[in-house]
């Protein structure tokens, strides 16, 4: 058993039985000793207690901030890394669309395997150890991205778990499109069905439509919904009266959200209360959202710089006791020029601009615990016995040096001791 002694562990990510004494707000960690055996987390341990087992080596972390494996929930792997042929000239949503769907004869099995590939080291190396991606999927051509993905999901098992979700149009659900292209999710493992649901007045009809079909296929659902400034855009609560309309009871997750915040006080708040009863969860995407939200382009009536962030009510839905976790979303494309599955960025971006600083608590959760919850990986993204032996050891000791320097070194830890996992080069993608 390898033993990692003095861990500095987010509080909120160890076991609920552990003994820690009075937490700092500002800085939630604990002192602890974790034992690794195997593929699994075996012991965690205050510092200050005689109870670590013995050990047949031994870290000292000397103090640092010590994560489990991040859980990255939202990603877009089959449009990464296409900036430098698609790239997106005035960061406006329906630019990406366009520009994306032109690119999309060159996403054959080679072109997905090189760039999702290239992706996975990126995130492993940072430390990520769950994916779950969106797979744009049109018929037939999605169904090589669906096949790459699956090969993909067996070539990184024991590293990486990598998780597929369709993501179609609404009205597909409403016809037979709907059914083949959830057969063909089954058929590549999918872990739920997705969609990109916009207002119209056939809304609730295709989510029912939806939900029959996930129900069939005892599959959960991940949808995108409402990423624009429109207060009419509602397609958040029409999801949530859905579930409970059909009594829906599988996993059920909402991204982006993002006109929940632009919305009436009241009309918001009662739409919390729906997501909350209908027991759905949200993604966060505060990368891209905040790079593609309120974009004013060159002409704009003043003011041309944008007004608002583009992020959802964060911490309205926690404190209605809603779970929000927060994902890289796309990177390095026409929908983010920016990003490298860095979930550690990710988390300090969402402290900043969601101001999450009040509730840092709560706030790891949302690359870690909660992800993992949301997923349906419910030992991930925890520091506690059962859980996966893959930690990720900062060169810092403290929340606010973390906050501070988000590009901080890190070590990968696993049962073996440390992992060697060097960040792959830029040039492997060039001139293709």
Known sequence: MLLLRRARVPAALLPPDLPRGAVDP???AVLCDVGLAGNEIV???????????????EIDAAGALVFPGFVDAHVHLDKTH?????????????????????????????????????ALRTAYAHGTRVIRTHLDTG??????????????????????????IPLCGGA????????????????YGASALGGFLQMNPDLPAQIDGLLRLAQERGLGIDLHVDENDNPQAECLRLVAE????????????????????????????STIDLVKAAGLGIVSLPLCNVYLQDRRSAGTVFPRTPLWRGLTLVHDLLDAGVPVACASDNVRDAFYAFGDYDAAEVLVQSVRLAHLDVRLDAAVGAVTRTAADLVGLPTYGRVAPGSPAHLVVFGVQRFSELLSRPGSPRRIVNADGFAPAPLPDYAELQDR
């Open 242 to 269: 859905g579930i409970l309309r059909n009594g829906f009871t599988l996993p059920a997750v909402c991204g982006h959200c993002c006109s929940l915040a632009v919305q009436p006080r009241d009309r918001a708040r």
């Open 26 to 28: 500002l800085e939630p």
């Open 82 to 118: 296409t900036w430098h042929r698609a790239p997106n000239r005035t960061g406006t949503f329906w630019e990406a669309i366009t520009s994306l769907a032109n690119d999309k004869d060159n996403w054959t099995e080679a072109d997905l395997l090189r760039r999702a590939g290239f």
């Open 139 to 164: 018929l037939p051509w999605s169904e090589v991205s669906h096949a790459t993905m699956a090969r993909l999901r067996a070539e990184w098992r024991g590293r990486i778990e990598l998780q597929t």
């Open 172 to 187: 597909d659900f409403v016809s037979d499109t709907g059914r083949k292209i959830a057969d063909l999710a089954v058929r």
């Open 43 to 57: 012991s965690v341990t205050p510092s200050s207690s005689a109870a670590a087992p013995a050990a047949t080596a």
